[in-house]
Structures are given as C-alpha cells and as structure tokens.
Nanobody
C-alpha cells in the first residue's frame, strides 16, 4: 500500500520561502513520477511540479517556473518542493502524488492528505 505524507506547510509573507516534503513508502518508486498538485479555495486541483524518480527529469507549470524547485531524496524516498518568492496566489492546499504522467495529462493514482500553504500579502 502506497503512503504519501506531506509536511512543511504553513503561513509565510509574500516574497518568502517554504519547503514542502513528501515521504513516500509502500513500494519501489523506480520508474514512477512523483508530483505536487495544489488546490485553492473554489478552484480545481492543478498540477504544480513533478520529478521522475529514476531519471530526475522535472516538469513545472508555467506560473511557478523559476520560483519552485522539485527534487528527490535517495534512500528515504522523499520528494521536496522548494518554493521561493511566494505570492498570495500560491495559497492553497498542496498535495503530493505518485504515478501517472501529470505533465502529459495522466493523473496520479496515489495521493497524500495535503498540507496548507498560506501566503499573506
């Protein structure tokens, strides 16, 4: 059974930084994509960033390019999302997800419980 546990959310001022972590367990993730999505109040869940576990290829939605960086740990199966230059419009619940190819429109099959990120102006 795949488990994804996010941490690192919180309240930050506009222009600040946060780093989210996602601890993944329950299977080997070689060949998988691990991704981050977010959902703001009243909006649909949207793709933010992803990394392929084996090759380390990264993908980003346009609105976070140059500000967010997705990376992965080794033996601990941890995925990170470093978020810099945060804006109020980045406020959302952030979800870690595994599987699929969300950068190509195929949604993941596994989801974490989410962590709240709030950016104050």
């Amino acid at each position: 059974q795949v488990q994804l546990v996010e941490s690192g959310g919180g309240l930050v001022q506009s222009g600040g930084s946060l780093r989210l972590s996602c601890a993944a367990s329950g299977r080997t993730f070689s060949g998988y994509g691990l991704s981050w999505f977010r959902q703001a109040p009243g909006k649909e869940r949207e793709f933010v960033a992803a990394i392929t576990w084996t090759s380390g290829n990264t993908y980003y939605t346009d609105s976070v390019k140059g500000r967010f960086t997705v990376s992965r740990g080794g033996a601990k199966n941890t995925v990170y999302l470093q978020m810099n230059s945060l804006k109020p419009e980045d406020t959302a619940v952030y979800y870690c997800a595994a599987g699929g190819t969300p950068w190509a429109g195929v949604l993941p099959g596994y989801w974490g419980q989410g962590t709240q990120v709030t950016v104050s102006s």
